[in-house]
T-cell receptor, first 112, second 114 residues
Framework: AQSVAQPEDQVNVAEGNPLTVKCTYSVSGNPYLFWYVQYPNRGLQFLLKYITGDNLVKGSYGFEAEFNKSQTSFHLKKPSALVSDSALYFCAVRDSGYALNFGKGTSLLVTP | NAGVTQTPKFQVLKTGQSMTLQCAQDMNHEYMSWYRQDPGMGLRLIHYSVGAGITDQGEVPNGYNVSRSTTEDFPLRLLSAAPSQTSVYFC?????????????FGSGTRLTVV
């Protein structure tokens, strides 16, 4: 089965600094990769996806992700973090039958 | 356009009781799925459906049943609730197919089994 791993339970960054949330994947064939964000007591919101094409994918709220095939990674990035970016971030990969397999999530804390 | 609607938002059950978590979408999405979210475990797939009349098991199906009689609705039934089923449940839908759109999630149902 296709899977993703998020090696960090929590990432702390100061407001205005760049942020990176890491994700690595394990798939057979071409990966279909996604990032979602979850704010407290809310459902998950779609941020961006990689299917094919450019390795740098731009998404919502100023986020982008870099697909790296040689490192099997799909890290989420933002040039300048905001306090309001504090949330739980999930990486996911599409499995057969359109199911998504999620990582365990990374809690991002942006401090003023 | 309401998206994905889940009811109820909160529920407390006693061990052994049964209940149905409702999920409805108004986007004509073929694909629907149920996940449970537990601390430190991310989201785990319970059941999914690729269209009306078609359902299949995900990673953690035991103790849950689903049916898909219409495109819009995908209810999740707990047959005999157990404390291990205390969790937050999310329903999601997708257009599916080669376009590979992202999922749309409901706002969740927080279930406590005592």
């Amino acid at each position: 089965a296709q899977s993703v791993a998020q090696p960090e339970d929590q990432v702390n960054v100061a407001e205005g600094n760049p942020l990176t949330v890491k994700c690595t994947y394990s798939v057979s064939g071409n990966p279909y990769l996604f990032w979602y964000v979850q704010y407290p007591n809310r459902g998950l919101q779609f941020l961006l996806k990689y299917i094919t094409g450019d390795n740098l994918v731009k998404g919502s709220y100023g986020f982008e992700a870099e697909f790296n095939k040689s490192q099997t990674s799909f890290h989420l990035k933002k040039p300048s973090a905001l306090v309001s970016d504090s949330a739980l971030y999930f990486c996911a990969v599409r499995d057969s039958g359109y199911a998504l397999n999620f990582g365990k999530g990374t809690s991002l804390l942006v401090t003023p | 356009n309401a998206g994905v609607t889940q009811t109820p938002k909160f529920q407390v059950l006693k061990t052994g009781q049964s209940m149905t978590l409702q999920c409805a979408q108004d986007m004509n999405h073929e694909y629907m799925s149920w996940y449970r979210q537990d601390p430190g475990m991310g989201l785990r797939l319970i059941h999914y459906s690729v269209g009306a009349g078609i359902t299949d098991q995900g990673e953690v199906p035991n103790g849950y049943n689903v049916s898909r009689s219409t495109t819009e609705d995908f209810p999740l039934r707990l047959l005999s609730a157990a404390p291990s089923q205390t969790s937050v449940y999310f329903c999601a839908s997708s257009r599916g197919g080669a376009s590979n759109y992202g999922y749309t999630f409901g706002s969740g149902t927080r279930l406590t089994v005592v």
